[in-house]
């Protein structure tokens, strides 16, 4: 079973922070994260998606004792692999960036990534991701061996 880092949505309900969620065996979300720069953004960018928000199990900012550097260092995202309960592995995390540097934090991580990035952004910087997609609304999770997202 993957971890996934930054989605921008789950179950049809867009939001715009970086998530982290892991799907049970009925391809539902069990367990959140959520990873954002600073602390001072938290309350910014979570605003308008307090529902959503309730369904995390933790959140790792950029301004957290564990995280000395940031992207293209993977500090954050080991930082929110290791809160998970049990052993997860950074191979069996998936992570979702929009950004160049966010997908180098990734990889430097050992762990997957799927870039979603802005359309203006170059096609050379698509360089080091696994999987490029045009939205979310494309991803599909069988491809990465996870179960279908519910309707």
Not at 60 to 80: C, H, R, T, W, Y
Not at 82 to 100: H, I, M, Q, T
Request: hydrophobic fraction near 35%; aromatic fraction near 10%.
């Amino acid at each position: 079973m993957y971890q996934l880092m930054k989605p921008v949505s789950c179950r049809g309900t867009s939001f715009d922070p970086s998530s982290s969620w892991q799907w049970n065996t009925n391809g539902c979300c069990n367990r959140v994260c959520l990873y954002i720069s600073h602390k001072r953004h938290f309350a910014l960018k979570t605003q308008n998606h307090q529902e959503m928000f309730s369904l995390m199990h933790h959140v790792v900012m950029g301004d957290d004792p564990e995280v000395k550097a940031g992207k293209p260092s993977p500090d954050i995202f080991l930082a929110a692999m290791r809160r998970f309960e049990g052993n997860v592995e950074p191979s069996k995390c998936l992570v979702f960036e929009d950004a160049p540097s966010g997908v180098a934090a990734a990889k430097n991580a050992g762990m997957s990534a799927v870039m979603v990035p802005d359309p203006r952004l170059d096609v050379s910087y698509h360089n080091g991701a696994d999987q490029v997609l045009s939205s979310l609304l494309d991803f599909n999770p069988s491809e990465w061996g996870l179960p279908p997202f519910k309707e």
